[in-house]
Each structure stands twice: as C-alpha cells, then as structure tokens.
Nanobody
Framework: QVQLVESGGGLVQAGGSLRLSCAAS????????MGWFRQAPGKEREFVAAISQGGGIRNYADSVKGRFTISRDNTKNTVYLQMTSLKPEDTAVYYC?????????????????WGQGTQVTVSS
C-alpha cells in the first residue's frame, strides 16, 4: 500500500509561482513512476506531468510545457511540481499518483495510488 500526501497548494496571482510536493509513505519508492494530474470544477481529471522511477524521463502536457517542472528526490520519497508563470486556467485540485507499470504514462487509469489533492487557485 502506498500513501501519498500532497502539499504546497494555495492562492497565487497570475504570473506567480508555486511548488507542490507529494510525499510517499512506501519503502520502495523507486519502483514507481510518479505523475501529477489536475481537475477543475466541471471538468475531467487531466494529465499534467510524469516522471520515471529514476527521473531520467519526464513528460508534460502541452498546456504546461515550459512553465512547469516535475522532479523527484528518491532519498526523501518525494516528487515535486514547480509551477511558474501561472495562469487562471491552471486553477484546479492537483493530485499526485504512483504507477509501477512498464513505462511512464499519461493515462490516469494506469496509476494505482492517488493522493487526496491540493487546491491551486490562480487569480487574474
């Protein structure tokens, strides 16, 4: 069983930055690919970014490329999402997720474990 706890959300003005963290309670963190997803009110959950077990492969949604950076610290069992140049359309609940399948995926159904989410609100 993997427990994921996100933190770092909040209210920020457009153009600002936030860093989200996701701490995993698991002994074998390095066997999991990690992903960030988000869900805005009335919309489906969507892929934001993902990172491979060792951090060498990173995928991003087109909407966040060049603005968001995913990283992980396997010594701390933590994955991060650095968000810059935030826009009002980035407003959503952000979730981290863990997957130990083959290859890094953008498909939420592939991810086995999910955190409870953290709210990010970007004001215009």
């Amino acid at each position: 069983q993997v427990q994921l706890v996100e933190s770092g959300g909040g209210l920020v003005q457009a153009g600002g930055s936030l860093r989200l963290s996701c701490a995993a309670s698991v002994r074998t963190f390095t066997i999991y690919h990690m992903g960030w997803f988000r869900q805005a009110p009335g919309k489906e959950r969507e892929f934001v970014a993902a990172i491979s077990q060792g951090g060498g492969i990173r995928n991003y949604a087109d909407s966040v490329k060049g603005r968001f950076t995913i990283s992980r610290d396997n010594t701390k069992n933590t994955v991060y999402l650095q968000m810059t140049s935030l826009k009002p359309e980035d407003t959503a609940v952000y979730y981290c997720a863990a997957d130990r399948g083959v290859g890094v995926t953008t498909i939420p159904q592939r991810y086995e474990y999910w955190g409870q989410g953290t709210q990010v609100t970007v004001s215009s």
